[in-house]
């Protein structure tokens, strides 16, 4: 076989059905290592679904999705970390009362190699652990630019702040695919164009492939490599943001006007 470049996400007849809807249907996905794709689509499409049922939080009926070639359908939400998928979420779900930086060591601790044990008996290799863990999200705040807010509750932070947060606290996964679920909601025009620029460093800087859930055009058509429209749960069309914006199915089911 030629060393045709491996997608690092290919999903292919995915379904999901809660009770008598079917939150996707079908729904086919490719995602080239090293690129930012955008999934659009109207409210209720499957968006959030999808990413749900990348990151396990929902069971499949019928389809396969595989990640670095390895099949992850049915592998249990907790083990996807390890596997190489972090996500942010639609509404924040960041810890208000934790400082912002035990917000992020929840995310780096996973990857931390010391046992339950060195950890009671605080060995050497649960201390040097817990630095490695710091200086880690330390590093992952700065990268978002809030290192200066470290020991503040996280609930005082400002809006688009927490949902900084939430990327850092992602990004000490490690994570080979990176999945957000509407990161710009909230955020005014300034921090927008801020979160536009911080992506295209996960990816460039990082090196972690990035799919996002986004209903902002202006942000979706400067960052994507690839975009995906879902309607009515399944991916309808994907191409380049010129392609997308030429598509006339795309244009009657979601860009309208
Ligand atoms: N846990 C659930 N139980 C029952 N129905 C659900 C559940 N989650 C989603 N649905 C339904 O599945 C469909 C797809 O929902 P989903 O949240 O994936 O859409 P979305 O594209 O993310 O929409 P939005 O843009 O509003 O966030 C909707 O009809 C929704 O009501
Ligand atoms: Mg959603």
Redesign the pocket.
Known sequence: MPDAPEALLAISGLTVA??G?L?LCEADLTVARGSVTAII?P???????LINAITGMVAPSAGKILLNGREITRLPAWKRPRAGVARTF?NLEICSNMTVLENVLTGAHRLIGYSALDSLLRTPRFLRGEAQARSMALGDLAFVGLAEAADLPAGQLPYGSQRLLELARALALKPDLLLLDEPAAGMNIRETRLLGALIRRIRDERGVTVAL?EHDMDLVMDLSDQIAV?NFGAVIATGTPSEIQKNPQVVTAYLGE
């Open positions: 809660f009770g809807v939150a689509g409210n209720g499409a499957g968006k959030t679904t639609q859930i879902l």
